[in-house]
T-cell receptor, first 111, second 110 residues
Framework: QQQVKQSPQSLIVQKGGISIINCAYE??????FPWYQQFPGKGPALLIAIRPDVSEKKEGRFTISFNKSAKQFSLHIMDSQPGDSATYFCAASDSWGKLQFGAGTQVVVTP | NAGVTQTPKFQVLKTGQSMTLQCAQDMNHNSMYWYRQDPGMGLRLIYYSASEGTTDKGEVPNGYNVSRLNKREFSLRLESAAPSQTSVYFC?????????FGPGTRLTVT
């Protein structure tokens, strides 16, 4: 069974809007929570990541919010641009670096 | 710095054939990983190598073997390919917590 559950499967947002993707996990041994961005035909690329001792991390237009007690974390993409159209994966890893991925969210930003 | 490279980019196999997917990294990372990506399922870990000389099973190891040839190279072998192994395969290497992925190998087994 999938240890990291991701929603929604897909979303469409207008240019300038906010995209929000949510993930939930079960295993409390996870200690690193990255988000990956993937374009068609390419490998996943690390976008932003957070450790569980921090509740929020912001890098440019991308923000992770982390709720340790609820075992949930989310990605917010502010001022969404057409170039942000991609598939986004949340993931969680243990100390060995074994990543458990969510199923992915396809984001389409319309002009 | 090429990062993580994978060969081949594409491969078509017949059921029962064998092949080896190659992966190399030039970042001097200790840990390396093999994942497969199937539609609607994200990426799943097949095998990993925490350091040169060690390998361990991931979530979906059946039907695969790996070799950590040296610090740079980590290969994935399919001894007898099955249609269920049709997938995109990604290799990754890790520094601290960050994993860096290669461009992938698209494998079709007919």
């Amino acid at each position: 069974q999938q240890q990291v559950k991701q929603s929604p499967q897909s979303l469409i947002v207008q240019k300038g809007g906010i995209s929000i993707i949510n993930c939930a996990y079960e295993n409390t041994a996870f200690d690193y929570f990255p988000w990956y961005q993937q374009f068609p035909g390419k490998g996943p690329a690390l976008l932003i990541a957070i450790r569980p001792d921090v509740s929020e991390k912001k890098e440019g237009r991308f923000t992770i919010s982390f709720n340790k007690s609820a075992k949930q974390f989310s990605l917010h993409i502010m001022d969404s641009q057409p170039g942000d159209s991609a598939t986004y994966f949340c993931a969680a890893s243990d100390s060995w670096g074994k990543l458990q991925f969510g199923a992915g969210t396809q984001v389409v930003v319309t002009p | 710095n090429a990062g993580v490279t994978q060969t081949p980019k594409f491969q078509v196999l017949k059921t029962g054939q064998s092949m080896t997917l190659q992966c190399a990294q030039d970042m001097n990372h200790n840990s390396m990983y093999w994942y497969r990506q199937d539609p609607g399922m994200g990426l799943r870990l097949i095998y990993y190598s925490a350091s040169e000389g060690t390998t361990d099973k991931g979530e979906v190891p059946n039907g695969y073997n790996v070799s950590r040839l040296n610090k740079r190279e980590f290969s994935l072998r399919l001894e007898s390919a099955a249609p269920s192994q049709t997938s995109v395969y990604f290799c990754a290497s890790r520094m601290d917590y960050e994993q860096y992925f290669g461009p992938g190998t698209r494998l079709t087994v007919t």
